[in-house]
């Protein structure tokens, strides 16, 4: 089984890699998320897909990611447990697999009050800790919480195997959990000192 995606490629080689945020599209037209990508095109490794920056409504990271895939971009989908429980966060990495999306950026998110909606409800089911065990489970072992399901996204195509990234919240920072034995890219918005990689072990 090869690396899940030209990112992991270039991490687990050991190349110095280079990411951007896309910026944000209020619109629903396709051709505006795509215009601000192809400024990117040919800059940068890989483009992240941000989940409702700060705390600010914008179109989904699941969307934006679809739609950069399908344009040959590496996207890094990002997805914060602020606004989902877990139902709703293990129903979009379920989607994120089926739509080819191969990088995740899993986080805590910023407040609420920080954004234009500051009475939205925060929820926090579970921490971006958490999250990142779920999604090395469901790729790795094919299982909700708790239950199996048909398919694991590691087993869908070569070409769709997740690489995971992990952007620790302020109060958890430190190493990666040591129970699974996923390949990730780990990092800690705190300093790069704390980057780390695992190239696959699949």
């Known amino acids: 089984m090869g690396t899940p995606s030209r990112l992991a490629d ?4 050991g190349h110095f890699v280079l990411t951007a945020e896309l910026s944000s599209s209020n619109s629903p037209d396709p051709e505006a998320t795509w215009r601000r990508a192809e400024v990117l095109r040919g800059s940068v490794d890989a483009i992240n897909c941000t989940d409702n920056t700060g705390a ?9 990611a679809h739609l950069l895939v399908e344009k040959g971009f590496e ?20 989607g994120a697999a089926a739509l080819g999306v191969r990088n995740l ?6 407040d609420v009050t920080a954004g234009d909606h500051p009475e939205a409800r925060r929820i926090y089911d579970i921490d971006s800790i958490q999250l990142l065990e779920v999604a090395a489970g469901m790729r790795d072992r094919g299982t909700y919480l708790p239950r199996p399901f048909s ?30 034995k ?13 980057w780390r990689w695992s190239p696959t072990s699949a």
């Open 10 to 13: 270039l991490l687990g080689e």
């Open 56 to 64: 600010h409504v914008h179109m989904s990271s699941l969307a934006a």
């Open 75 to 94: 996207p890094v989908m990002q997805l914060t447990v602020r606004d989902r429980n877990r139902l709703a966060l293990q129903a979009d990495l379920l």
């Open 105 to 110: 950026v899993l986080m805590s998110g910023d």
């Open 151 to 180: 398919l694991a996204p590691s087993r869908i195509h070569s070409h769709r195997h997740w690489s995971s990234a992990h952007c620790a919240c302020k109060r958890r920072c430190g190493p990666a959990p040591t129970s699974f």
């Open 182 to 194: 996923p390949n990730w890219y780990s990092m800690c918005r705190s300093s790069p000192a704390s």
